[in-house]
């Protein structure tokens, strides 16, 4: 669940260069997401409020820095490995964010890509598949707004 969180927090806010000239901004900037995320391995799922912070660099590619999960029992020990994670705007509302990692109280998940929609500032993405068995979903919404240009 926390993975998931995790993935959506990066899908917000990371990237790698930018494809087809896309980018995401505020460049130079820091930012916050928060949602809900959702982790499910071996049939049992954990759902939690995520927390990210993360920023975009002076060539619009995201940057997931770090994040922390809470509500049900087990979320406050999901831990984000391989960060920073680095996210790349693919269109006009949709992101990759690349090499997710995470452990939770369910099983470690990833390495593994994440694509994720990004519109209005909201990262959302649904029963996206990571290596080690797992799927997740979330809703972050970034603060201030993460967007993507061309």
């Known amino acids: 669940m926390k993975a998931v969180i995790a993935l959506a927090a990066c899908t917000m806010l990371a990237g790698t260069a930018p494809a087809a000239a896309y980018h995401l901004i505020p460049e130079n900037s820091t930012f916050t997401g928060t ?14 409020k995520a927390n990210f912070t993360g920023h975009v ?12 999960f809470s509500g049900q029992v087990g979320c406050s020990t999901v831990g984000l490995a391989n960060l920073p994670w680095k996210s790349v705007a693919r269109s006009a509302t ?13 099983g470690d998940c990833g390495p593994g890509s994440l694509k994720v929609r990004l519109s209005d ?8 598949s990571l290596p080690g068995g797992c799927t ?14 061309p």
Do not use: M, W
Not at 40 to 46: D, I, Q
Not at 57 to 68: L, N
Not at 121 to 128: A, D, M, R
């Open 57 to 68: 660099d002076k060539k619009g590619i995201g940057y997931v820095d770090s994040g922390t």
């Open 94 to 106: 949709r992101v990759v964010i690349l090499n997710v990692q995470f452990t939770s109280p369910i």
């Open 121 to 128: 500032g909201v990262i959302s993405f649904k029963n996206q």
């Open 35 to 48: 949602g809900k995320t959702s982790a499910t391995k071996n049939g049992v799922s954990l759902p939690c």
């Open 136 to 149: 997740v979903t979330g809703k972050i919404t970034t603060s201030p707004t993460v967007s993507i240009v």
